[in-house]
Each structure stands twice: as structure tokens, then as C-alpha cells.
DNA sequence: CCAAAAGTGTTCAGTATACACCCATGA
DNA sequence: TCATGGGTGTATACTGAACACTTTTGG
């Protein structure tokens, strides 16, 4: 038998909240050592033949306490190999994405933090972060499967303002992010218009995945 | 211990070649079983503790008998999971490129294929060369490792042309991609030309990455 | 009526694409 | 002098960013 290197899947789940109007980043405190009790990004060991996506949901749920149905979208980020990025041992580790549905969170979830403002986290999991960071932005618009995942099937243009905030750091004009929206194909603009912010404004319109 | 997945590091071995003016990818005859004899892409299982890079230039220089003084430059691409696409069990495919430097190579080196007819390959190879040709694509002009790695320190508009086509399927227009390049910061277009065609032509200019 | 925020229309810069024409070489 | 193919200049379309102005809400 060959000795192989382990390989961890470790996941950013995502979530748009619309009360703080942010994109924010499910993590957990480890239950166990090495850094037990510190906070990290929920991941788990690759099972042998088992896929990443799966890994990725057994991490989410797991880990974070997300019923597997709330998990929205999911995919591949990029893998990190420094050999000392686990004080147990040579780990790869595998980043991947996965998007969650807030309408199907029950209780007692996981903590929640802003993207852009993510507290310090165990093993080297702080620059997974950082260095994913732009590569998420750059799905966003782009992977239907992600930006439908974040915003879920229906949102408003407000919201779309939010995302795109929360993952670019540039809060896009309104006028130019319903045009790039309309020219999205699976994307349409709807009749309907949600209720207007609570400080006042215009009620934006509402948008929808077309299948 | 914990029964993991292996992982196995596969390589897109890169090179121009000015005479034949095409991309062509290394590949050599498997040694073992199984699919012994058949064509595939150079690959070795990671180590434990192994960079990726280092796994890399080992399956370019053990399976390709290419020296490690003639890759360029390397990177990674994406990772496979299907759990059967290894007979012998369920292995992780992480695919890396690596661009090979034609003048370090020795004689006796590997089957070098157009990029754009690659022949049927072991494993499932033949579907990661598939889904990693647009990646590749996508590198040129704008990683410049990767194009510097492709076509050295030194080339002209005319390798640049060949190159391009090679990988995108499309010849763009000289004076296009000529100022492409100008804008490229760490290009500049030198006051030579390098010696015409066979055909004729005018002399091509020759173009340097200042580092 | 005022503040807030989305939507419409327009302008402008930058980029991509296409092509007519010029230039330097080999044969 | 002709074929070949890179180089110069230019025209057109598309894209993104910016902003004036309008519209629709809450207070």
C-alpha cells in the first residue's frame, strides 16, 4: 500500500443576508485538535472514491449544522498543497463553493460572518479565503449556477446591488446592472416590483431564472 | 489510518514548435498495466508531502524523459473526481500544465501530438485535455508565465500568430494581436526582425518579455 | 413636499474586430 | 515583378463606466 497524501475538501459557503444586506461565510469552531474550539472553515477528509461535491455537502452539514437541502449550488475553487499547512501532516486541501439557501435554514446554525470581515480561522484557512475571494467574485454574473445559487430563483434588483457589493467591494450603478442582468440569458425582469426599502425608494423590480 | 483517495497528478507537457508552427502536447506509451502500451499523459501519484509542481516535473522528466532544465514554467488546471475513471479504484486526477523549453530538449524525448489532434489516450485523458484546452486558451496573453513559459524569451509576431491560432482555433489579424502585445506590460517589441519566412513575406519583428 | 433609491436615456472612453493599403522579403 | 505575409492606419461595433434626469415609494 502506498502511503498517499490525505486530501481535505474545505468549503465557503455562502449566504446572502438580506436583513444586513451581505454576503456572508458559514464557519464553525473545530470540535476537535489540532486549533479545537478555534473557528475554521467547515471541511472534512476526502472519502476514498467519494466526489468532491458530495465531500462538500457531508462538510456543510456536518460541520455546520446546514440540512442538506439547504445547499443551493456547489463547485470547484482551486487546491492548496502547502505541505505545513497541517500541523498533523502533509494535507492537500481542495476549496470549493457552496451556495445556501437562507429559506431553508432551520435553527441553531452556524456562525455567520461577513466576507469582508472574516475574524481569524485555523490552519491556513484565512488565505483560502483571501485568495478565493476574487475568484468568487469573478463567478459572480458569469457561473449562472453560482449567482443563481447566492440570489436564489427570485430577487430584486436591490439585492442584486448587495451581492455584488459584498463579493466586488464596488457597488455597481443600478442602471448598469439591470442592463448587464437583461442581457443575461436564463435571466428576465419581471412585471412585479417588491416592497420599497424601509428607508423609502423606489420599489425595485423583480427578477427570475428562467429554466 | 484512514483510507483515503489517491491522487495522481496529470501533466499537459506543452511546446511550440516553430518548424511544424503548432502547439504540440507530450505524451508517451504507458509502462504498466493498466492500459499498458497505450498512449496517455504523463502522470505520477502525489507523494505524501509532494507539491504539485514537484509532482508535475517528476511525471514530465520520469514518463516524458524530458530533462527538468527544459520546463519552462507550470501550473495548475483542475481536478477530475470520477470516482471509475482509474480501474485499479477510485483516483483523484489533479491536472497541472507545464510548458517544455524546445531548446533544452535532448534526442530520444516523447510523441509530441498537435494540440488540436490528439490521439485516443488511456484513462479518461482524452476528456481532461478536452475540458482543459478553453483553460489553456484562456491563459495566453493574459498569465504571463504561461505565455512566456509557451514561447520563450525572445519570439516573433509570426511564432505569436501560430501560437495563438494553436490554442483558440482562430488566427487573429497581425496588426491585432501586434498591439495586443504592446499593451502587454513586460512585453516591448525590439528594434529587430527576425529572418523571413520560407515563403517570403515581410520579416516579422522580434518581441522580449523585460523582466 | 422631501429624502431615498430604482429606472431611463445619454455620453464617453476603452476595447475588439475588420479591412484597405503599405512595406519588406524570397524566388 | 510577383507572391507572401507582417505592419500601419482607420473605420465600426461593442462594452463598461459615469452621470443627469425621471419615477415611485416612505415619512
Redesign the interface.
Known amino acids: 500500500m502506498?502511503?498517499?497524501?490525505?486530501?481535505s475538501v474545505d468549503v465557503l459557503a455562502l449566504r446572502f443576508d438580506p436583513t444586513t444586506r451581505a454576503v456572508l461565510l458559514g464557519i464553525a469552531p473545530r470540535a476537535h485538535e489540532p486549533f479545537a474550539g478555534e473557528l475554521a472553515l467547515p471541511g472534512v477528509?476526502?472519502?476514498?472514491?467519494?466526489?468532491?461535491r458530495d465531500a462538500a455537502h457531508r462538510a456543510v452539514t456536518d460541520k455546520l449544522g446546514i440540512p442538506e437541502t439547504a445547499i443551493s449550488a456547489s463547485g470547484?475553487l482551486?487546491?492548496f498543497?502547502?505541505?505545513s499547512r497541517d500541523p498533523r501532516?502533509?494535507t492537500?486541501s481542495?476549496a470549493l463553493w457552496a451556495t445556501i439557501d437562507p429559506t431553508h435554514l432551520t435553527g441553531g446554525g452556524p456562525t455567520w460572518t461577513p466576507l469582508a470581515d472574516v475574524p481569524p480561522l485555523a490552519f491556513d484557512h484565512n488565505r483560502i479565503v483571501d485568495d478565493c475571494r476574487p475568484i468568487l467574485a469573478g463567478h459572480l454574473w458569469r457561473d449562472t449556477t453560482f449567482t443563481a445559487g447566492l440570489l436564489g430563483r427570485e430577487f430584486t434588483t436591490a439585492q442584486a446591488l448587495d451581492v455584488t457589493e459584498s463579493l466586488t467591494g464596488e457597488r455597481p450603478y443600478p442602471a448598469n446592472l439591470g442592463r448587464t442582468m437583461e442581457r443575461l440569458p436564463g435571466l428576465e425582469r419581471t412585471a412585479h416590483h417588491a416592497a420599497a426599502l424601509p428607508q423609502g425608494g423606489r420599489p425595485p423590480s423583480v427578477w427570475r431564472w428562467v429554466t
Chains 1, 2 share one sequence.
Do not use: A, F, H, N
Open positions: 502506498i502511503e498517499s497524501t490525505l486530501v477528509l476526502l472519502g476514498k472514491g467519494e466526489r468532491l470547484q482551486t487546491t498543497d502547502e505541505p501532516g502533509p492537500l481542495i
